[in-house]
């Protein structure tokens, strides 16, 4: 996984638990990175997810919580750092529609060795959003909290319904999502 997503989470962590908590997850879960980490560089998941359940376990708090509210924190940091992909559109549909032709075209530019989920859309109504998310590494929960996230910068309400359709060989997640207000 790339280090930008390890940087954020220490980043989201510091700034609700406090740098002694960043500094605990290290060293309860003793990664082989040893928790230094570059945006650019390319780490093993299981130590993202090593601090996740450490900061479930320290905050008695369930791990897809965290997982979903790390998502609509990497959102925030996305619009911050990455201001050209939220700057055309006009809604969150918008950016969702753009994930997989224009984002992540232009990721793969930056780290060509990134292993990015693929999303695809229908268009159900004008109100109404179908997103599929394939990913190897299953999170539909940081999928989820990312479109929270980046119906918040909208300031829309979106009613978000999850399934799950397939395991094997990728899992795959259909996001209904329906634009309220």
Not at 27 to 39: E, H, K, L, V
Request: net charge negative; proline share 5%.
């Amino acid at each position: 996984m790339k280090g930008i997503v390890f940087t954020e989470f220490m980043d989201m962590v510091e700034q609700g638990w406090g740098m002694e908590m960043v500094d605990d997850l290290i060293d309860a879960t003793n990664p082989a990175s040893r928790g230094a980490y570059t945006s650019v560089g390319t780490y093993d998941l299981n130590e993202l997810v090593g601090y996740v359940v450490e900061l479930s376990r320290r905050l008695d708090a369930p791990v897809p919580a965290l997982v979903k509210a790390f998502g609509v924190f990497l959102a925030g940091s996305f619009v911050k750092k990455f201001p050209v992909f939220f700057a055309s559109a006009r809604s969150t549909f918008d950016v969702l529609r753009e994930v997989d032709r224009h984002i992540h075209v232009e990721v793969r530019k930056l780290y060509p060795d990134a292993e990015l989920p693929v999303f695809s859309y229908r268009d159900v109504d004008a109100d109404t959003l179908e997103l599929i998310y394939e990913s190897t590494r299953n999170l539909p929960d940081l999928a989820e909290g990312l479109i929270e996230g980046c119906a918040g910068h909208f300031n829309e309400i979106l009613r978000i319904e999850r399934t799950s359709v397939q395991m094997e060989p990728v899992p795959q997640v259909v996001f209904v999502i329906t634009r309220v207000a």
